[in-house]
């Protein structure tokens, strides 16, 4: 899986907003605002990545249960394939 190159993720006054681009503005009504993981599973996914590799990476990032990162994962990695930002292979 891959974010969809309509999409970026800009830091504004201090919070991270992963806002849509070009025609993709009409289509996608919102914002997404990350928190300091959603940032660090933003970035893995600028390249094809592959959801245990998003696992072990946030495993090694922080200090947390594997079956919590892995349903955490999975719920925000749904929002985004829901929002058309990312597309599962």
Do not use: C
């Amino acid at each position: 899986m891959r974010v969809e190159k309509e999409f970026v993720l800009r830091e504004i006054a201090g919070d991270f907003i992963i806002i849509p681009t070009g025609k993709t503005v009409l289509d996608f009504n919102g914002l997404i605002t990350l928190n300091e993981v959603g940032v660090s599973l933003w970035n893995m996914l600028q390249h094809e990545v592959t959801f245990d590799e998003l696992v072990r990476g946030i495993l090694d990032e922080y200090d947390v249960e594997p079956d919590v990162v892995r349903e955490d994962i999975q719920e925000f990695l749904d929002k985004l394939v829901s929002g058309g930002i990312i597309k599962r292979d």
